[in-house]
Nanobody
Framework: QVQLVESRGGLVQAGGSLRLSCAAS????????MGWFRQAPGKEREFVAS????????YYTGSVKGRFTISRDNAKNTMYLQMNSLKPEDTAVYYC????????????????????WGQGTQVTVSS
């Protein structure tokens, strides 16, 4: 079992940048594919980005491609989401998630593939 803790989000102006981190503990971090999801007010939780166990494979939802970068440091048991050129529509609670998979190169996109979730962190982008 793994515990996930997201860093504090924050308030940023449109066009600005923010980096989220997700610290894992309690299990072997490199055993899990990782992902970021977000949930805006009144909307369902949606996929943002994912990264394979090895870190070599990544996947992004179309609306963040080219603006967000997911990465991980298995030695530090931490995953990151670098968010650039932020837009008001990026405002949401961001969640990190860990999914068990035997495949080191698999980046998972489906919420049901993830077994563990962080508590979420608020990101607000003002216009």
């Amino acid at each position: 079992q793994v515990q996930l803790v997201e860093s504090r989000g924050g308030l940023v102006q449109a066009g600005g940048s923010l980096r989220l981190s997700c610290a894992a503990s309690g299990s072997t971090f490199s055993s899990y594919a990782m992902g970021w999801f977000r949930q805006a007010p009144g909307k369902e939780r949606e996929f943002v980005a994912s990264i394979s166990r090895s870190g070599r494979s990544t996947y992004y939802t179309g609306s963040v491609k080219g603006r967000f970068t997911i990465s991980r440091d298995n030695a530090k048991n931490t995953m990151y989401l670098q968010m650039n050129s932020l837009k008001p529509e990026d405002t949401a609670v961001y969640y990190c998630a860990a999914g068990t998979t035997a495949q080191t190169g698999q980046a998972m996109r489906i919420m049901g593939q993830y077994d563990y979730w962080g508590q979420g962190t608020q990101v607000t982008v003002s216009s």
